[in-house]
């Protein structure tokens, strides 16, 4: 993606993806955005490049790779089909402690 906006300030690139980091006024932005995305886009073996030219650009290209070209990492299930994935079974609830 490029805009043509305000561009980044050099040094500023390599901070873009941290947790929030941002350029923009209190109460204007959380700086989660790009940090979300680069952990997204790491955790399926890509990576994010970003280059700017202050006051002109900025270029955020998402590399992704493709699913053919990766190994299967999946293994078999041992649910059944009429079992939800391990990820959407609820657990039981904690309860506070009275304070």
Known sequence: MRDDGTGVKESDIAKLCDPFFTTKDVGQGMGLG??????????????????????QWTQVIFDLPSAAAQPSQSKPSEETDDEPPAAFKQTPAVPRSAA
């Open 34 to 55: 790009l940090s979300i995305c680069h952990t997204i886009v790491k955790n399926h073996g890509g990576h994010i490049e970003i280059t700017s030219e202050q006051g």
